[in-house]
Structures are given as C-alpha cells and as structure tokens.
C-alpha cells in the first residue's frame, strides 16, 4: 500500500471540526486543554476542575467548583432496576459491554424528548460523568462475590472511586495519583472515539448514543484496548533479565509493543512522562517493584533499538497495577476519564453542528450486468 493511500484511509492529518478544546502539537509532544498545558493541569488541577474547564470553556471558580462538585456527587446513584440488571450480568458480561448497557440501561428510563437542547445535554452529560465510576465499581464488586459500596458525596471523583471499589477510603496520596492519571487522559482531539461521538452528535441524535459509540470505538485494542495488554504482557515477562530479549522476538515476529506508538505525537507523549514518574512513585511503595523495572527496560530498549516511545496507555498499566485496579478494567478507567472530554466534544458538536459525512473512493468493479453473472 502506498505511503499516501495508508495516510488516505486512515484520515490522518484532516482536519473535521473547529475546536477551542483541545490542541495537540505533535511534533513538540505539547498536549493542550483551553489554553493550559497538561503538565500545569496535572500538577495544579483536580479531575473536577478539569472536567469543568472541558465542558464549560474555563476553569472554574471557587464557588463554580463547589456548585460543580456537588452537582456531580449527587448524581452518583444507581437507579435500581440498573443496580439489579448488574448484579444479574457480571459474571457473564465482559466489561465494556457492562458499561455501554449501563449507559443504554439509564438512557431508557430517561423519557425526555431529545431535542437539541443545550440544558438537557449538560444535564446528560453530568449524569453519565457522575455514574459511569459507580457502573465500574459495582460490577467489579458483584462479579467478585461482594455487596457494592454506595458513593459517597464527601469525596473527590477519584477517592470515591476507589472508595466504591475496595471498601475503603484510599489515602490522600493514593487518591491524588488516581486524580492525575483521570486528569491525563480526559480529552485528546479527535481520536477515534471522539470522533465517534461527534459522529453520533452531528446526526442530532442524543448525548447517551454519542458516548455508547465512543466506548464501542475506544474499546479496541488500537486504541483503549492496549494497557491492559501491556500488563499482560509485563506479567508473561516475569523479570527484567529476560525484557529486552521478549521484545526482540516481538519485533522479530513483527508484532506491535502495546503501549508504544502514537499517530499523532512524533515525540515522547507528555501525558505518558507524567504516568512514568507517578508509576515510579508508586512502585517505590509496593512490594513488587519488577513490573514498573520491566516497563522502564522495555520502554529504553523500544526508544533506543526501535526508535518508538510510549504512549499513555504504557505507564497508565504501571499506575493502574499499583492502585490495585484489575487489568481488565484499564480500558474502562480510560472510558471513566475521557467521558468529560467525549461530552465536552459533543456540546461543541451540538453548538455548530454540520451532518458528518465524508465520502469513500469508488475501487471496485464497473458495469457489470446481472444476466452475464457467473
Ligand atoms: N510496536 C511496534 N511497531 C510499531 C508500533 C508498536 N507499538 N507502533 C507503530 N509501529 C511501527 C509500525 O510497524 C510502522 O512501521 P513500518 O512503517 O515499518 O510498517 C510504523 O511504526 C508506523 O505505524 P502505523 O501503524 O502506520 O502508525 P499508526 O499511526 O497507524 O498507528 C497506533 C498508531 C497507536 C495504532 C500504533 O502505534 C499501535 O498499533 N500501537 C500499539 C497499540 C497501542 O499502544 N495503542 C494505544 C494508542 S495511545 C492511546 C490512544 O490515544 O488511544
């Protein structure tokens, strides 16, 4: 396949809509939001604030904040008939089906008209920002023979995240790197599930469909689906003698190294620098400090010998095994971030919306008659 036809039909560099969201510079690996850099958000924001500034245009203020927080942990409850069908489903469902049911789940008792109403897509959205942490928790609970912990509206998103999932309230560190790694990933351009949604939206359909298709894209292995395959393959590694080698043999077999690898970033991703040191502070704290000397062996040896960084999903494994989330819910963490930048994405969709329609380039056969078949 020719270089231009690969970047062809793969849509690269074209450019869909007008944003003032987000802005990646790829070459320089800047990555953006409203104006601020991720580093500066990371360091400084909590995932409200930033979830705030996607949907609203800027950061909130004091009284902008509480107001917001309050909203959102109020809408934590499962209705439920929701709560019931999860606890039915989750030794069967594999995980994004669960949430993309949930979703369907609350939008069928959601009886409003769809109208293209900017009040009641907030409104939607808030809600589905609100409770896809508790269909997450409450399914990993049920499938793992536990009663589900009820949100609390005393904490943060990611401390009651992690609170619903293990019964406890995490420490303010824990909580805090949880809060980062959701900061990271919350939007990124018009990747493949964003772009999804903003599909969805420009046909006027409504805020549940635009985020059920962005899961249904981000859920393959291309895109979300990597880090939790980057744990696995951490653990078939066993110990950092032998990293260097398995790679090689990847890259012999010519197989693609989850974790690395970006279309747009043509340097380091920023947000995978961050992940790296909140993934060393974390593993200087646990008992099995191999993975995280794993993944840095590997990620030298894919930049020295192969000439390819890492992406987010690489060092968010590292970070999402030392908070103690199973691997086969990375993806849905990925999911729980990026809904503030799927629903900032569609509100602008919604603001200055033209159908998307782009065509194909007809290659098949021509004039061919029925009656001379066979
Ligand atoms: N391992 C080995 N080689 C790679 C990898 C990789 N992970 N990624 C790219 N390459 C090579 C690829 O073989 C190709 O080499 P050549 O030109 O010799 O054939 C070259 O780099 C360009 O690859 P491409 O497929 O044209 O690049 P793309 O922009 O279509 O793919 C990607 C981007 C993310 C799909 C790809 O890098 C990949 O498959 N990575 C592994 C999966 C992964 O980590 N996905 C998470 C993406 S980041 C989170 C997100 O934003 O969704």
Known sequence: MSSERIRRIGLENVVMADTEITRIDGAAGRLIYRGYDIEDLADNASYEEVAYLLMFGALPDEAELAEFTADLASRRGLPGPLVATIEELADQAAPMTMLRLGLLYLSALDDREDVDDRDLHVDRGMDILAKVPTILAYFDRFRNGREPVEPR????????????????EPDEATADCLDTCLILPADHGINASTFTARVVTSTQSDIYSAIVGAISAIKGPLHGGASGNVLRMFEEIESPETAGDYIEDMIDRGERVPGFGHRVYETV???????????????????????????????????????????????????????GIPDDLFPLMFCQARVAGWVAQALEQYEDNRLIRPRAEYVGEEDLAYADRN
């Open 153 to 168: 509206e005393d904490l943060g998103h990611a401390a009651n995240f992690l609170y619903m999932l293990n019964g406890e």
């Open 269 to 323: 991703d920023p947000r995978a620098v961050i992940l790296r040191g909140i993934s060393e502070r974390l593993a200087s704290n646990a008992d099995d400090p191999a993975i995280y000397e794993i993944a840095h062996i590997i990620e030298v040896h894919m930049r020295n010998e192969v000439g390819i960084d890492t992406n987010l999903d690489y060092y968010s494994a590292v970070a999402y095994h030392y908070l």
